[in-house]
């Protein structure tokens, strides 16, 4: 990580950069972008989400696996405000207690929700409930009970249907398709649909051709001999409407006299169709076809304004990128600008979404990280003011990007790869931040840089090389900072030399190694600047029993973190500290249970320690810690996490770390976070 200019520049293993909103964000209608977050702030949720409705106030209910939204504590379902708030008002408490909600209908001063669950906070519900839409306070009137999974929930003029895996609703032997009261949600018994087998994922109502109305059921089901999608009169009766796909259906849409069918097909009777298809009210196959291969897949559709919305796993639809996502108009077939852009796929039983009663706002439920992603692999970078990707495209090829370094108004970057910007680059490139192109032609590395810095005249690089521009230099080395090119400086290491740090006349040197600059000492030591030479600082006998990861200092003591738990002889627990006049150690500073990876220490003697532990002192805090270094103390600030942190770096009082990272203070934070530690 490094910046320069207001713009985060990030180095690592990943594919995607984009705003951190958790499985559920709220988009534009139009072209799918995700809303101002001053004006609308993201819903950061975490983590996922089933299925969203409109409250018909502007605002959406929510319901899914989560924990968190906008880092506030809710569960199972949440109700957003028209200003994209959370309503702290609408409490469900521990509503199904982390199993599935597959579906909600709001009706009156009612939600209606149907799952996978047998409680709703705390009392007992069989994969139905119903819930005040002001409070959240379940009602204890409405109580119907199915004896498995409720997938899909539709309001009619008089009453509900349900449809799901269930074989039996009330005890009556009605199964996978019935119709239940609104007011205490006992059984119709006027409505009995003749389904054998398997289960019903979704239901709509239309009209037969005969303009009557109908409950078109999709899913993977047999009704006498149709199978998987069929339409049912008002009594329960099947209609001749039989479009006969060779596989299951997910969801259905009605648009006038189209019923729009997606699943896992290639054949509906004899017509060839891959998981799309649309079906007049007659059952003849329309000509409609995305020419899907057959790894795409779809897992919710929606109509709206006219508008067919879609979601799924694929790249691209109609020769046009898309990423998990697209809108359609079926009367021109023309795909339309709605382009969200989404880090993860979709599949069954997520991402049925809802309008705003405005129609302006879309809220997308999902397993997905965030919205409006670009493709960057791994480097890119962020603007600070907003939050969002910046334009800045380098192309990397290669592994991971392992080192970056700042100095002015140029970016040294290493670790494992062949090329940027379209340019050959092996292991290591010099960035001109004014103009974004390449310096100069970089010397090669011939294996992983992991540790750079600088000072008036040179650029250091550690690693875990053997060669540099053609030269043997073993795992450290000195490179011009004029024109890049290699110095003789070479104090040869015969191991990993992870960081770097330069204070005063000396040249430290932590990593993997047990000689180096023509001395034994293991894992940690001084260089002379001048000659290379060993130093024996802070000690010629007492070393860290393994690796030193990362090397900090704060007024005269220098701070180390890896995975030793000795040092001269004493316990310490992968933390330890030295004099930099004496080289005297202080140990027992705190004690983790695995690898402290980075160390960064603001200019107050505030910062953090990061690594890949999940306790402190014997207590749960995963990730890293806040510490004053003044005073050799944990702060009392520290934050829920989880994740691993491998890199950190400070601005005056501001840290910069990362790694990981999926969580911070109970927010998604997809591999990155700041703080300020002022106070």
Not at 112 to 120: K, L
Not at 384 to 407: C, E, M, W, Y
Not at 614 to 622: A, D, H, L, P, R
Not at 644 to 656: E, G, I, L, M, Q
């Amino acid at each position: 990580m490094a910046i320069h200019n207001n713009k985060l520049y990030l180095g690592g293993i990943f594919q995607f950069l984009g705003p951190n909103t958790g499985g559920a964000a709220i988009l534009n209608t139009v072209d799918g972008t995700l809303l101002d977050s001053n004006s609308c702030p993201y819903l950061e949720l975490l983590s996922f989400s089933n299925v969203a409705i409109s409250d018909e106030r502007g605002g959406f209910y929510l319901a899914g696996n989560f924990s968190h939204l906008q880092g506030i504590a809710k569960q199972s379902l949440v109700h957003i405000q028209s200003n994209c708030k959370l309503d702290t008002n609408f409490d469900v408490g521990t509503g199904s207690g982390g199993s599935d909600i597959r579906d909600l209908l709001l009706v009156g001063e009612k939600i209606y929700i149907a799952g996978s669950f047998s409680t709703w906070n705390g009392s007992s519900r069989q994969n139905l409930a119903a819930v005040n839409r002001i409070t959240g306070v379940l009602d204890t009137t409405w109580v119907p009970s199915a004896d498995a999974t409720v997938e899909s929930i539709l309001g009619d003029t008089d009453g509900i249907f349900i449809a799901g895996q269930f074989t039996s609703i009330n005890a009556s032997g009605i199964g996978r398709l019935a119709k239940i009261s609104y007011d205490t949600g006992s059984t119709y018994g006027s409505f009995s649909a003749n389904i054998s087998a398997g289960a019903i994922r979704t239901i709509a109502i239309g009209r037969d051709v005969s303009n009557n109305k109908v409950i078109y059921a999709g899913g993977s089901f047999t009704a006498v001999s149709p199978a998987n999608v069929k339409a049912f009169e008002m009594d329960g009766n099947m209609s001749a409407w039989n479009p006969a796909p060779n596989g299951l259906i997910n969801d259905i849409a009605v648009l006038g006299s189209k019923v729009y069918l997606i699943g896992t097909f290639n054949l509906l009777g004899s017509t060839a169709r891959i998981n799309f298809a649309a079906v007049d009210n007659t059952g003849t196959v329309g000509g409609e076809d995305l020419g899907l291969s057959g790894s795409d897949t779809i897992a919710s559709i929606t109509e709206f304004g006219g508008k067919i919305y879609m979601l799924g796993n694929f790249t691209s639809i109609g020769g046009k990128s898309r990423r998990h996502g697209f809108s359609v108009d079926p009367s021109n077939g023309k795909i339309s600008d709605w382009n969200p852009s989404f880090t993860t796929g979709f599949s069954y039983p997520n991402g049925k979404i809802a309008f705003s009663s405005d129609g302006s706002k879309v809220l997308v439920p999902g397993s997905y990280y965030s919205v409006n992603v670009v493709e960057r692999n791994g480097f890119g970078s962020i603007d600070l003011n907003t939050g969002k990707p910046t334009d800045f495209n380098p192309q990397l090829t290669g592994t991971a990007i392992r080192s970056l370094h700042v100095r002015d108004h140029l970016l040294y970057a290493g670790g494992q790869f062949t090329s940027v910007l379209n340019s050959s680059r092996t292991n290591f490139f010099i960035l001109n931040l004014n103009t974004l192109n390449l310096e100069g032609p970089a010397p090669t590395f011939n294996s992983n840089v992991e540790s750079i810095t600088t000072d008036e005249n040179y650029i250091y690089v550690g690693g875990s090389f053997s060669n540099v521009a053609g030269t043997a230099r073993s795992n450290i080395a000195r490179l011009m900072l004029t024109n890049g090119t290699l110095d003789s400086w070479n104090p040869i290491g015969d191991g990993n030399v992870s960081s770097i740090h330069l204070l005063k006349d000396k040249v430290f040197v932590g990593g993997s190694f047990t000689n180096i600059g023509g001395s034994n000492t293991s894992y940690i030591t001084s260089l002379n600047p001048i000659n290379g030479i060993n130093l024996l600082f802070p000690s010629a006998t007492s070393f860290p029993n393994a690796y030193v990861s990362t090397i900090a200092t704060y007024q005269n003591q220098l701070f180390i973190g890896g995975n030793f738990t000795i040092v001269g002889g004493q316990s310490t627990s992968r933390f330890s500290s030295f004099d930099l006049t004496t080289g005297s150690y202080s140990n027992q500073l705190l004690t983790t249970d695995n690898i402290v990876s980075t160390i960064s220490i603001g200019e107050n003697g505030k910062g953090m320690i990061g690594g890949y532990f999940t306790t402190i002192n014997g207590s749960t805090k995963e990730g890293f810690v806040y510490y004053d270094f003044l005073n050799g103390r944990l702060l009392n600030s520290n934050v829920p996490s989880s994740g691993d942190v491998y890199k950190s770096f400070a601005v005056k009082n501001t840290h910069y770390f990362g790694g990981k990272i999926n969580q911070v203070n109970n927010r998604p934070k997809g591999g990155f976070y700041f703080v300020e530690l002022n106070n």
